[in-house]
């Protein structure tokens, strides 16, 4: 299976502020890389696929980009709604695979 | 706007099997583009893929699971199962249900979860 390895695995931060999540993929797997949003009872949020396409209805203050297995998802000016966990996910080889997640924490 | 919602036993006892059903709401699930996956999380854990079950009843599981693992799809109800044999206390996580979406290869519909328990 691909590892998928997620930097850092908490980030406390302020309204307003600038965050930088890291996923690291353990072989190449192209453009194939989602960012989820999940919140504790809630239903989990697709926010980018493949590498750094917006899903419909997600604010533009996120966006994701790639250099080879290093995959980012930046939030700029982050807002109260922005807490909770996100995770990366390749869909580039069966069994897709999970970061194990970063959480984020409002200051 | 399409809904999905999972329903099912919260509590199983050891070696029995685990039965969840996801019902599509707001929309049709047969849309040849789309594929139906469960998903689990254990807690302190990053998210676990099941398995996927298409249209067409194909399926493909995880290796890890394959063995204990049977997905299914209703289209007269618009709705898709899973089930998993011989539990353990290691089988306790939250359960999602998820869309496929087949040109993007991402899940872009997510039920918000069951918590399911494996104790006697």
């Known amino acids: 299976d691909i590892q998928m390895t997620q930097s850092p695995s908490s980030l406390s931060a302020s309204v307003g502020d600038s965050v930088t999540i890291s996923c690291r993929a353990s072989q190449s797997i192209g453009s194939y890389l989602n960012w989820y949003q999940v919140k504790p009872g809630r239903a989990p949020q697709l926010l980018i696929y493949t590498t750094s396409t917006l899903h419909s209805g997600v604010p533009s203050r996120f966006s994701a980009s790639a250099s080879g297995t290093q995959f980012t998802l930046d939030i700029s000016g982050l807002q109260p709604e922005d807490f909770g966990f996100y995770y990366c996910q390749q869909s580039s080889d069966d069994p897709p695979t999970f970061g194990q997640g970063t959480r984020v924490e409002i200051k | 706007q399409v809904q999905l919602q999972e329903s099912g036993p919260g509590l199983v006892k050891p070696s029995q099997t685990l039965s969840l059903t996801c019902a599509v709401v707001g929309g049709s699930i047969s849309n040849a583009t789309d594929y139906w996956t469960w998903i689990r999380q254990s807690a302190g854990k990053g998210p676990e893929w099941i398995g996927r079950v298409y249209l067409s009843g194909y399926t493909d599981y995880n290796p890890s699971l394959k063995s204990r693992v049977y997905i299914s799809i209703d289209t007269s109800k618009d709705r898709f199962s899973l089930i998993l044999s011989s539990v353990t206390a290691a089988d306790t996580a939250v359960y999602y249900c998820?869309?496929?979406?087949?040109?993007?290869?991402?899940?872009?519909?997510w039920g918000p979860g069951t918590l399911v328990t494996v104790s006697s």
């Open positions: 998820a869309r496929g979406r087949r040109l993007t290869n991402s899940l872009d519909v």
